[in-house]
């Protein structure tokens, strides 16, 4: 039986598949981090191709079968185009999305760290200049809320979230700044 379902959410990640088709992965609000088939999304016709760009914010429907979910409708709701264009942020973008594809579990609701990152990506946007503080605020937060560190640890004037996160993952990160 099919459900239809409708949320908004970033797109963080997108994998090829079979010829036109791609695994999508979204950070969504209501449903938490969803990996979705988009069919014929790499067809050059396709109305959905450019919402589905890593990083934009959108609005969309999705059909839940017994074992997969299936991308339907989609709707472009904010691009992130000051991030795009610049190239700082842009790496930045990109190990955010690394690290929320490891940290938060498939389906389950992660409405607090959506909101979380909506305003980081907001600041990120609009802000002139952003820096490694910045980005390790956020980090913080994220390990905060996901229930990997207490408030008492980010206290701790020793408190690195980069090389927490490295422990975490098992390997090391190639980070878009250097530690601050």
Not at 54 to 59: E, Q, R, V
Not at 142 to 166: V, Y
């Amino acid at each position: 039986m099919r459900q239809f379902v409708r949320d908004e959410g970033i797109v963080i990640k997108k994998r090829g598949s079979f010829k036109e088709n791609r695994i999508v992965t979204i950070i969504s609000k209501q449903n938490g981090k969803l990996n979705l088939m988009g069919y014929g999304v790499r067809n050059l016709l396709s109305r959905r191709i450019s919402h589905l760009e890593t990083g934009n914010y959108i609005s969309f429907t999705y059909y839940r079968n017994n074992n997969h979910s299936v991308l339907h409708e989609t709707n472009l709701m904010f691009g992130y185009s000051k991030i795009k264009k610049s190239e700082s942020k842009l790496s930045l973008l990109f190990q955010l999305f690394f690290i929320l594809d490891r940290m938060i579990v498939e389906n389950q609701q992660e409405e607090l760290i959506f909101d979380k990152t909506t305003n980081f990506l907001k600041k990120l946007n609009n802000r002139m200049h952003f820096g490694m503080s910045d980005f390790n605020k956020y980090l913080c937060d994220l390990l905060l809320h996901s229930g990997f560190i207490d408030k008492k640890r980010i206290l701790d004037g020793d408190f690195n979230p980069q090389s927490f996160i490295e422990e975490l993952f098992g390997y090391k990160i190639k980070w878009a700044f250097a530690s601050a």
